[in-house]
């Protein structure tokens, strides 16, 4: 079974030099994925993808099911989950092209389901470390091995959508220490958690939040952005999955031990 899982956002509808041997289409206890996992191998090890808006980009952030696309790649059998999205930058060092891998997240999704755990068991878990530690740490570790630079920290600050945001609100989000912006990381993040799956974000900046700077069009500029990066995207899993990877440090797959009430 595949150890490893990789989420597309925007732009992010396949990988290449991933070599394809099945696709499956699953329902889950919580419903039906945003579409075919794919199962294949790059740099020698076997991996899934699932673009996260469907493959042809056709689910809206509000719309899709988080649960059930987590849930899919728990039941066959993935313990780590790389999570590629497009964002907006609003910190000065956050230009578009950059790529950055958050270690932080501000939630201000409503009405998204949060939780496996709604009914009658009670669970809180420990979401200090919003991103596995020791997944970013080999990240940043392919990084080196690239020619991409990366932003090894970044407050990401997770909005529901699909509206873009006012010039107000991303100066109130600037001033509660905000990087970066985008609509996928939650309630992501914390259902991986919940589900025991170590998960780190890849975030490439594709454009300035509103107010920063620029007057283009930004659906223009994630295209653009997207297509620009796509090479550095591959280049970089492929270092990743190229690692040797140590048995977890960290407590991602252990995080339910100390949750149920």
């Not at 309630?187 to 975030?203: K, W």
């Not at 620029?214 to 659906?219: K, L």
Request: glycine share 10%; aromatic share 6%; with cysteine.
């Amino acid at each position: 079974m595949p150890e490893f899982g990789v989420i597309g956002g925007s732009g992010v509808y396949n990988i290449p030099g991933l070599e394809i041997r099945e696709e499956i289409r699953m329902d889950t206890p919580c419903g039906t994925p945003s579409g075919r996992y794919r199962i294949g191998s790059l740099s020698g090890r076997e991996i899934v993808f699932l673009a996260r808006h469907g493959s042809g980009h056709t689910l809206q952030p509000h719309r899709i099911n988080y649960r059930a696309n987590i849930l899919g790649f728990k039941e066959m059998g993935v313990k780590r989950l790389l999570s590629i999205g497009a964002v907006g930058g609003i910190s000065g060092r956050m230009k578009p092209g950059t790529i950055a891998v958050p270690d932080q997240i501000i939630d201000r999704t409503s009405g998204r389901i949060t939780t496996f755990y709604d009914r009658d068991e009670v669970v809180h878990i420990d979401f200090t470390e919003p991103f596995c530690r020791d997944l970013r740490h080999y990240i940043m570790t392919a990084s080196t091995h690239t020619d991409t630079e990366i932003a090894d920290k970044a407050t990401y600050i997770c909005v529901n959508g699909p509206r873009l945001e006012t010039a107000a609100e991303i100066r109130t989000f600037a001033g509660w220490g905000a990087d970066i912006i985008g609509m996928t990381a939650m309630p992501e993040a914390a259902l991986a958690r919940e589900a025991e799956i170590c998960y780190a974000g890849i975030s490439v900046v594709t454009n300035y939040a509103a107010g920063i700077s620029g007057e283009r069009s930004i659906t223009t500029e994630v295209k653009e952005i997207m297509l620009l990066s796509g090479e550095k995207i591959q280049s970089l899993l492929k270092q990743v999955f190229l690692l040797d990877f140590d048995p977890p440090s960290c407590s991602c797959q252990q995080a339910l031990d100390q949750a149920i009430m």
